[in-house]
């Protein structure tokens, strides 16, 4: 157990609907990660919050957003949803969000199907 | 940018025998970090092993272990004694102030 919740476990939706998806870091870490894995396909960085600012864009798709709270847990929005969401979207927490190189620890996932 | 190239999309190994999975990766920094995660049928993003690019020395734990070539920019996973539970995906990764890039993976099988 990593220590890094996410919720739910799965979702089922519909195309053109939108869905939130929840993580809590690991106590003390300010740095929240995420990512989403296609099927049978490496892990595509999203987006990384360090303190409840936004830190690092990845390959985030306008349709889809983040925020971090003041708790440090974090949601990530995705509207509009096509076919091709379908995913796992993974949640990583770390220690630091800057020059200190820290090792990310993962969550569950949430696996999110678009019907 | 920084890119990582995992070669080998599956290889397979016999229980109790060795195996080598083989990364590179693409940076002009000196200073980063590199990691092993293990990805078994559950989807569990698993921390197999890290290395700090400052560290001459290859890290180990237990029976994984890897060889760090700096200069040559490698960073291959050697499993030892394979059991059928090291059986998953394994991704190797690179980190540069927590930004962290993944190669495409490496489905190993283990054959009893």
């Known amino acids: 157990d990593s220590g890094v919740t996410q919720t739910p476990k799965h979702l089922i939706t519909a195309t053109g609907q939108r869905v939130t998806l929840r993580c809590s870091p690991r106590?003390?870490?300010?740095?929240v990660y995420w990512y989403q894995q296609s099927l049978d396909q490496g892990l595509q960085f999203l987006i990384q919050?360090?303190?409840?600012?936004?830190?690092a864009k990845g390959n985030i798709l306008e349709r889809f957003s983040a925020q971090q709270f003041p708790d440090l847990h974090s949601e990530l929005n995705l509207s509009s949803l096509e076919l091709g969401d379908s995913a796992l979207y993974f949640c990583?927490?770390?220690?630091?969000?800057?020059?200190?190189?820290?090792?990310?620890?993962f969550g569950p996932g949430t696996r999110l199907t678009v019907l | 940018a920084q890119t990582v190239t995992q070669s080998q999309p599956e290889m397979s190994v016999q229980e109790a025998e060795t195996v080598t999975l083989s990364c590179t990766y693409d940076t002009s920094e000196s200073d980063y970090y590199l990691f092993w995660y293990k990805q078994p049928p559950s989807r569990q993003m698993i921390l197999v092993i890290r290395?700090?690019?400052?560290?001459?020395q290859n890290a180990t734990e237990n029976r994984f272990s890897v060889n760090f070539q700096k200069a040559a920019k490698s960073f291959s996973l050697k499993i030892s004694d394979s059991q059928l539970g090291d059986a998953a995906m394994y991704f190797c990764a690179y980190s540069l102030h927590n930004d962290m890039r993944f190669g495409a993976g490496t489905r190993l099988t283990v054959k009893p």
């Open positions: 290395q700090e690019a400052y560290k001459q």
């Open positions: 106590s003390g870490d300010l740095s």
């Open positions: 990583a927490s770390s220690v630091g969000g800057g020059r200190q190189a820290n090792e990310q620890f």
């Open positions: 919050y360090y303190n409840g600012e936004e830190r």
